[in-house]
């Protein structure tokens, strides 16, 4: 397939495929190489549909790759343009078909080869008269902004820029990509789930549950001996470990009914002791290079809700750090620079969705942002050298490990690590290993016969892959499902039959997490949300397909739809005043109205319309408030905080999940009566962690999700630095 291998322009950047990168908006951006040769070959063709079929041919030729390879390519050439898919100016999607080039292509100036050019708004060479056009491509008439103007004294500075940023590049390799294959090795591979690595030297440090919902407890192993001391043996799981500077102590989570908080054990083994009480989250913990304090993410009302704190062993005093902005913000997984000056944090934006920032201990300074991408991150560390942050997240589609400037920058991909999805990693203090978990997970959809739950028969998969399919909900006529996929390589809605036949992908969105799809009343429409630019926006899409249409802006978040009964509006969650609240908008946008006074997050009519029954926010329970307005009345109690969509409205009633020692419990509600009944003990792989239930409308069957498979194991990087 043809390619263009010569300098070109497209948008505002000049793209250079020999030296595989990209200058233009103040920066260099390196480019992997087969990502950069599915750019060549579109800008070969500008304005020409390229097939799938065809870009993979003459890209990866006669390796055998899935279409997701090409999907994730064109997310992070998306990255760099800052291109939206759903408005696009550079690159558009054609739906089942493959990619196209909008955007103009302009030929570099050969007598100007070597020289970027120095302003990455100048989108025309110097000598715009002797430019090569691409065949087929006519001159494209210049923007004002994009026609060069500059006084000699400006183009003599524009080369010293030129100098000093290819200068920088040259000199910083610790923040470019890496020119050789890292070596790599399974640390661990026990049935289960390994987790939070930590290095001591060469000791590691890890969490193992040997099978999906049982309790983790801790582990240490060293680089190289297959020997694997174990130190805590309890009911209670063991969560994020640190190590003493010294290497003599691992401080550590423990969450039990009966024992939960900060707690210490030697190394070697023996007893632990407690430190703090659960008035700290589970969700990192950094002991300082000094030894004296630990940083951890303190959940206690009377500080800063969710906010870093740091906690002094000599006085087992606890100071406040960090103060998030809102109250349902929270600041978790500190990291202490090397030289114990500075944390690296999370600020939550939203559930996971988070961004880093870095603080100085002595909290004289407020906090200062790093990331600005709105993702999921599932790691953060600090590079040896203390020159910059690492981190696992998912802003180009599916995780990647990454590395910034501790000051602020572009963040760089950190190539050749991960065949699946890194998440939690550490570095070593001396820089020379890196070791990650590997996850691999497989969530299918099942429906269980609500007639008789605990016959043989009655639990039977009807939407299955290798990947993720969740959030089932049955259409109105029972016939079909709709559901969110990563099978196709990205999260996106899609909808089968109803025993899982004929699967077919509605949107197109090709990175960001999208989820939560609910029919309209007459089975013609679908609600969902996503988040594209990293806050929940709404989408209302045709369910036999066709362009969705963003329904809310996104300057605020909007998740978990569902439909009022006559069809007319669309409730939704949002954080756009106190808190999480549920408001409607009408179906077809415009003006929202708040609906919950105090609190809500998933809401569902009753089959009437009259009522209303909602979840709320990190509160376990649910409540009923009238459609029209009016006081809100608790009607569950045993609904879990983590179980805010594991529930449904049907014709006989309410159906949800309640925990017990046993197991998760399909409980149903009468709403007349307020008596509940247990139906059906779930055994085996747990429920999802991405929750929803869904009755057929003839009350026979219900759709749930379920992890077949969760699997997780640690791999080691030797010779990282």
């Not at 500075?157 to 390799?173: I, Q």
């Not at 978790?332 to 114990?340: E, I, L, N, Q």
């Not at 630019?533 to 036999?544: E, F």
């Not at 409308?697 to 749930?704: C, T, V």
Request: glycine share 10%; charged share 20%; aromatic share 10%.
């Amino acid at each position: 397939m043809q390619a263009l291998n010569t300098r070109f322009f497209i948008d505002e950047w000049l793209v250079d495929p020999r030296l595989h990168r990209m200058v233009g908006r103040g920066r260099t951006v390196l480019i992997e190489p087969k990502v950069m040769q599915v750019l060549t070959c579109l800008a070969a063709q500008p304005g020409e549909v390229i097939e799938r079929e065809r870009l993979l041919d003459g890209v990866w030729g006669d390796t055998i790759v899935t279409d997701h390879v090409l999907t994730r390519s064109i997310s992070e050439l998306r990255k760099v343009f800052e291109d939206d898919p759903r408005r696009p100016a550079v690159i558009e999607t054609i739906p089942k078909t493959g990619y196209r080039l909008i955007a103009p292509v302009v030929m570099d100036d050969p007598r100007a080869e070597g020289t970027p050019s120095p302003f990455p708004g100048d989108s025309m060479p110097p000598h715009a008269a002797d430019v090569a056009l691409t065949p087929g491509l006519s001159m494209p008439s210049a923007p004002a902004s994009a026609r060069p103007a500059w006084p000699p004294h400006g183009l003599a500075l524009a080369g010293l820029l030129v100098v000093t940023a290819v200068s920088a590049w040259l000199l910083a390799p610790t923040l470019s990509e890496p020119t050789r294959p890292l070596r790599t090795h399974l640390f661990t591979s026990f049935p289960g789930i390994e987790a939070h690595p930590v290095f001591h030297g060469n000791r590691m440090a890890f969490t193992w549950a040997e099978e999906p919902g049982r309790n983790p407890d801790l582990y240490v192993k060293q680089i190289g001996d297959e020997a694997l001391l174990r130190l805590t043996d309890d009911a209670g799981g063991v969560y994020v470990p640190a190590w003493s500077p010294d290497g003599r102590y691992l401080a550590y989570r423990r969450l039990a009914q009966d024992r939960c908080g900060l707690f210490v054990i030697s190394s070697l083994g023996g007893p632990e002791r407690q430190l703090v009480d659960c008035s700290i989250s589970r969700s990192g913990l950094a002991w300082s290079p000094d030894g004296h304090r630990l940083a951890l993410t303190v959940l206690d009302t009377t500080l800063q809700p969710h906010g870093l704190a740091l906690f002094t062993m000599s006085t087992r005093a606890i100071d406040p750090l960090t103060h998030p902005e809102q109250p349902y913000q929270r600041d978790y997984m500190p990291a202490f620079s090397p030289d114990g000056r500075r944390l690296a944090f999370l600020r939550s934006l939203s559930h996971d969705i988070a961004d880093i920032y870095v603080v100085d201990v002595d909290g004289t300074d407020p906090p200062k942002r790093l990331t600005f991408d709105n993702r999921y991150v599932a790691g953060l560390r600090w590079s040896a050298d203390g020159q910059g942050v690492l981190f696992s997240s998912n802003r180009a589609g599916n995780f990647k490990l990454w590395r910034m400037p501790a000051d602020g920058g572009e963040p760089e991909w950190l190539a050749a690590v991960g065949a699946y999805d890194p998440g939690g990693f550490s570095v070593s203090a001396e820089g020379n290993y890196l070791a990650y978990e590997e996850w691999d997970y497989e969530i299918n959809v099942y429906s269980l016969l609500l007639t008789a739950p605990d016959t043989p028969d009655s639990a039977r998969r009807v939407v299955a892959s290798t990947r993720w399919d969740y959030h089932p909900q049955v259409s109105p006529d029972g016939q079909r499902i709709a559901f969110g996929s990563n099978r196709s390589g990205t999260f996106e809605v899609w909808v089968s039959e109803a025993d899982g036949r004929r699967p077919m992908r509605l949107t197109t969105f090709d990175g960001p997490f999208v989820g939560m799809p609910r029919w309209s009343p007459d089975g013609k429409r679908l609600a969902f949300d996503g988040r594209v630019d990293g806050r929940a926006v709404l989408y209302r899409i045709d369910a036999a397909g066709g362009p969705p249409t963003g329904l809310t802006d996104g300057t605020t978040d909007a998740l978990a739809p569902s439909w009022s009964r006559d069809g007319r509006w669309l409730y939704f969650a949002s954080n756009r005043e106190d808190g999480w609240q549920i408001w409607k908008m009408p179906a077809q946008g415009g003006e929202a109205v708040r609906v919950t006074p105090e609190g809500g997050y998933l809401g569902f009519e009753s089959m009437d319309g009259k009522t209303l029954y909602f979840s709320k926010y990190a509160v376990p329970g649910l409540w009923s408030l009238p459609a029209e307005g009016g006081p809100e009345t608790r009607v569950v109690d045993d609904l879990g905080i983590s179980d805010w969509g594991n529930w449904t409205v049907a014709d006989a009633g309410l159906y949800y999940v309640s925990r017990t020692p046993e197991g998760p419990v399909l409980t149903h509600l009468d709403p007349a009566t307020r008596e509940t009944t247990y139906l059906h003990t779930w055994s085996g792989p747990p429920l999802s962690h991405e929750p929803g239930l869904s009755v057929s409308p003839d009350g026979q069957r219900l759709f749930f999700a379920r992890a077949d498979r969760i699997e997780s194991d640690i791999v080691l990087v030797e010779e990282f630095r």
